[in-house]
Nanobody
Framework: QVQLVESGGGLVQAGGSLRLSCLASRSIFSIGGMAWHRQAPGKQRELVAA???????NYADSVKGRFTISRDNAESTVYLQMNDLKPEDTADYYC?????????WGRGTLVTVSN
């Protein structure tokens, strides 16, 4: 079974940093890209960052220059380094692996950014 487990969320003041981690099943991690999405209360889920199997990255305009996605293939882990956090970054953050048109999600980790 596919397993994605996020960690690293928490409460941080504006301007601070957090690093999120997603440990994935090696079988699913090794065959494609990974992504981070977030969903704030009452709002739709949005793509934050994505990375292909080859290491190519893309970011939402709102996080460019502040967030960095990376992957450790040996450990089947994808990271999201979040710097200069803003209150509008507050959301549940989810790890995503899309395979054969199906999205596999972790249970999420909450990031709360206070003023």
């Amino acid at each position: 079974q596919v397993q994605l487990v996020e960690s690293g969320g928490g409460l941080v003041q504006a301007g601070g940093s957090l690093r999120l981690s997603c440990l994935a099943s090696r079988s699913i991690f090794s065959i494609g890209g990974m992504a981070w999405h977030r969903q704030a209360p009452g709002k739709q889920r949005e793509l934050v960052a994505a990375i292909t199997a080859g290491g190519t990255t893309n970011y939402a305009d709102s996080v460019k220059g502040r967030f960095t996605i990376s992957r450790d293939n040996a450990e089947s882990t994808v990271y999201l380094q979040m710097n200069d956090l803003k209150p509008e970054d507050t959301a549940d953050y989810y790890c995503d692996a899309r395979r054969f048109g199906v999205d596999y999600w972790g249970r999420g980790t909450l990031v709360t950014v206070s003023n």
